[in-house]
């Protein structure tokens, strides 16, 4: 298994622009999220998905879009990149929404926004 | 979820055990405690997670007080590879899993 697989690695974007962090899982887990990490911080929720068609806001959702159209796939999208939007981003699945299964996290993607 | 207290940093010697302690003094009855580490900007690394009894795993112990308002992970033979970020996590089992992570506490291994 390939685990949790996340492109690009490395992103930089101008203010305005759009774009789509790409994460995948290859361990038919139905639990997906997004995190994000400012410099010294700890993870913060973005958005989840408790399964195919079902998504949800975590903790700062404001300037990210989510869907989930398979078990496999769990795209992250910005619709208009902010300077505030540099971060360290992180995806997440779990075999189930139930906080009693362990959740395996993606190698990130690292991006800047200037 | 109940909030967590956790020390900014730690060292320790290669080879011996690491204890990382965690307050968690408001936890109700139905939160987890959880443990993760984060090794140089790498993603979150799941360690061990309990209830209320202690809890051992191939890479760490859980050690949970009686009255649950405290924690300690325990890393018997800490290595430099352990050296990493280490995130105590309360949750509860009744909604979805979403984790707040805090600063964590910084373990330094060294030789």
């Known amino acids: 298994n390939a685990g949790v697989t996340q492109t690009p690695k490395f992103q930089v974007l101008k203010t305005g622009q759009s774009m789509t962090l790409q994460c995948a899982q290859d361990m038919n887990h139905e639990y997906m999220s997004w995190y994000r990490q400012d410099p010294g911080m700890g993870l913060r929720l973005i958005h989840y998905s408790v399964g195919a068609g079902i998504t949800d806001q975590g903790e700062v959702p404001n300037g990210y879009n989510v869907s989930r159209s398979t078990t496999e796939d769990f795209p992250l999208r910005l619709l208009s990149a902010a300077p505030s939007q540099t971060s360290v981003y992180f995806c997440?699945?779990?075999?189930?929404?139930?906080?009693?299964?362990?959740?395996?996290f993606g190698p990130g993607t690292r991006l800047t926004v200037t | 979820d109940a909030k967590t207290t956790q020390p900014p940093s730690m060292d320790c010697a290669e080879g011996r055990a690491a204890n990382l302690p965690c307050n968690h003094s408001t936890i109700s009855g139905n939160e987890y405690v959880y443990w993760y580490r984060q090794i140089h900007s790498q993603g979150p690394q799941y360690i061990i997670h309990g209830l209320k009894n202690n809890e051992t795993n191939e890479m760490a112990s859980l050690i949970i007080t009686e009255d649950r308002k405290s924690s300690t992970l325990i890393l018997p033979h800490a290595t430099l590879r352990d050296t990493a970020v280490y995130y105590c996590i309360v949750l509860n089992t009744g909604t979805a899993s979403k984790l707040t992570f805090g600063t964590g506490t910084r373990l330094q291994v060294t030789l």
């Open positions: 997440a699945s779990s075999y189930s929404w139930e906080p009693t299964y362990e959740q395996y």
